[in-house]
């Protein structure tokens, strides 16, 4: 069964503003990942999140990890319409072997 | 870098038809591949782990005699739909990883398969 929980399922914001994507897990971790997929392709990684970080910063992007919460989030901020897309988040289990377990992910749409 | 090929990418057949699916690693050596399936709208679930000159592990419920899965390099692993049926008809994606722990996984562009 699927580990993770997303909210929102999806989003739909104006160019320009933010958005923040949830993600919630139920065991423990050695890190979370967020995955990008436009639609029909494969996915293309974003960040990975190590379960002894609380931060972590790529270009627009900014993830947070609360495992006290089980949580993580993604903010992008300044979107722009070329970011619609899905994102999922995957968390990597301890004692998984490298096994990722997806979110239901959140449909973000940005629209010009 | 870390680039992952899979062929083809989209693939319509007769029902009873096997089918095979293929996954390259372009540029490292992949330790672990990992093989998904995808519902419209859906996420990804784990169909199973492929590790290089051994027996794939399948998730619960993954029929191992109806997807075969071979990896007989570091570089390439097939999924095979055996005797497919419309109920097969999906979108399949393909990952690898280059070992260790803490890393991401590579994904494919992903095939979509139509059973008629």
């Known amino acids: 069964s699927q580990q993770g929980e997303e909210d929102p399922q999806a989003l739909s914001i104006q160019e320009g503003e933010n958005a923040t994507m949830n993600c919630s897990y139920k065991t423990s971790i050695n890190n979370l990942q967020w995955y990008r997929q436009n639609s029909g392709r494969g996915l293309v990684h974003l960040i990975l999140?190590?379960?002894?970080?609380r931060e972590k910063h790529s270009g627009r992007l900014r993830v947070t990890l609360d495992t006290s919460k089980k949580s993580s989030s993604l903010l992008i901020t300044a979107s722009r319409a070329a970011d619609t897309a899905s994102y999922f988040c995957?968390?990597?289990?301890?004692?998984?072997?490298?096994?990722?377990?997806f979110g239901a992910g959140t449909r973000l749409a940005v629209h010009p | 870098g870390a680039v992952v090929s899979q062929h083809p990418s989209w693939v319509i057949c007769k029902s009873g038809t096997s089918v095979k699916i293929e996954c390259r690693s372009l540029d490292f050596q992949a330790t672990t591949m990992f093989w998904y399936r995808q519902f419209p709208k859906q996420s990804l679930m784990l169909m199973a782990t492929s590790n290089e000159g051994s027996k794939a592990t399948y998730e619960q419920g993954v029929e191992k005699d109806k997807f075969l899965i071979n990896h007989a390099s570091l570089t390439l692993s097939t999924l095979t739909v055996t005797s497919a049926h419309p109920e097969d008809s999906s979108f399949y994606i393909c990952?690898?990883?280059?070992?260790?722990?803490?890393?991401?996984?590579?994904f494919g562009d992903g095939t979509r398969l139509s059973i008629l």
């Open positions: 995957a968390t990597a289990y301890s004692g998984g072997y490298n096994k990722l377990i």
């Open positions: 990952s690898a990883i280059q070992g260790g722990s803490n890393q991401p996984q590579h």
């Open positions: 999140i190590r379960s002894n970080e």
